[in-house]
């Protein structure tokens, strides 16, 4: 018989390789977008140039036209925009095993009962209750 904690571990783990793997995968594909190109060569000294060529030089940014600029600018946004979610994603993810530990439904699950553990919770669930229904610094509540 399958252990169903282990069709549990692999869905976790799976989410967390998924989103690793997009975060990787989403930066790379930044960081070839953002590269730089050697920029332009100045304008030489002498009579002005033709308008359309000045026109034409200017509208590149580090070499690049700038339709292409803003094609990649917005790759870049797409870009950032997955790896936001896939950050979110691991941060739900996180927060959801954190509160099942919390709540004991992580260690049921994986077959991992402490019998100390729960004792001392209940050591400290009533040491806080007698805490509670006590007088609080010499007054009386």
Known sequence: MSDPSQG?????????NNNLDILLKRFESIIQLASVLPPLPPIPPGPPPRVL??????TQVDGKDRTVTAAEAYQIKCHASSMIRAAEDLLALTRSLKEAWMFGQLGSELGVVDETTDHNAKEVGEALQKLATEEVGGLDL
């Open 8 to 16: 549990v571990r692999a869905g976790l783990q799976g989410r967390v």
């Open 53 to 58: 060529l000045i026109s034409n030089q200017r």
